[in-house]
């Protein structure tokens, strides 16, 4: 199994434009977790799905993120309008509802200038 | 919500030495407390995970120890090796929504 994979790996963008990061999730997990890290606030979870239906998204910082599960096997985060504090390390995370273990994808890191 | 307090933030020792990172939680109803290494510029990784039916669990020089009255867990890590060096989180979550709530990490940095 090739793990939670996430693209791109890396993205530098202008104030301003539309940023979209996309996961795919182990094969046979059915939850899917978004989370955030900077130095400033650490690892904050910010939306997770169960079964493609989201079940948590009080960790989203505002309108400008939101995220869609539209099927088991793939999933995205956008930004709109991006803006400079959007900086930092976006990790999708996934797990099987039987189980607890997370397993982490390696990370988009986001620039926005 | 939950609230996962960790400490130290910073921890450096000798190799050889022990190293003892501690956290304590909030919500009484957590049942699930991993622990998460990460080496720089790389992804968390579960390392060691307990129940709250469980007091202690060992895997080779890891080990985990919860308190459920005092509402703490600790990690331990024996005989570190330079390899060790990392940051480590912990987190704890109620076993049924599977939403897991980390702490501020701890950077270890082992000597040689």
């Known amino acids: 199994d090739a793990g939670v994979i996430q693209s791109p790996r890396h993205e530098v963008t202008e104030m301003g434009q539309e940023v979209t990061l996309r996961c795919k999730p182990i094969?046979?997990?059915?939850?899917l977790f978004w989370y955030r890290q900077t130095m400033m606030r650490g690892l904050e979870l910010l939306i997770y799905?169960?079964?493609?239906?989201?079940?948590?998204d009080s960790g989203m910082p505002e309108d400008r993120f939101s995220a869609k599960m539209p099927n088991a096997s793939f999933s995205t985060l956008k930004i709109q309008p991006s803006e400079p504090r959007d900086s930092a390390v976006y990790f999708c995370?996934?797990?099987?509802?039987?189980?607890?273990?997370?397993?982490f994808g390696p990370g988009t890191r986001l620039t926005v200038l | 919500g939950e609230n996962v307090e960790q400490h130290p933030s910073t921890l450096s020792v000798q190799e050889g030495d022990s190293a003892v990172i501690k956290c304590t939680y909030s919500d009484s109803a957590s049942n699930y407390f991993p622990w998460y290494k990460q080496e720089l510029g790389k992804r968390p990784q579960l390392i060691i995970d307990?129940?709250?039916?469980?007091g202690e669990k060992k895997d080779q020089r890891i080990a985990v120890t919860l308190n459920k009255t005092a509402k703490h867990f600790s990690l331990h890590i024996t005989e570190t090796q330079p390899e060790d060096s990392a940051v480590y989180f912990c987190?704890?979550?109620?076993?049924?929504?599977?939403?897991?709530?980390f702490g501020k990490g701890t950077l270890l940095t082992v000597n040689p």
């Open positions: 307990i129940r709250s039916n469980v």
């Open positions: 987190a704890a979550s109620i076993g049924s929504n599977y939403k897991l709530t």
């Open positions: 799905f169960n079964n493609n239906v989201p079940i948590d």
């Open positions: 094969s046979g997990h059915n939850s």
């Open positions: 995370a996934s797990s099987m509802t039987s189980g607890n273990e997370q397993f």
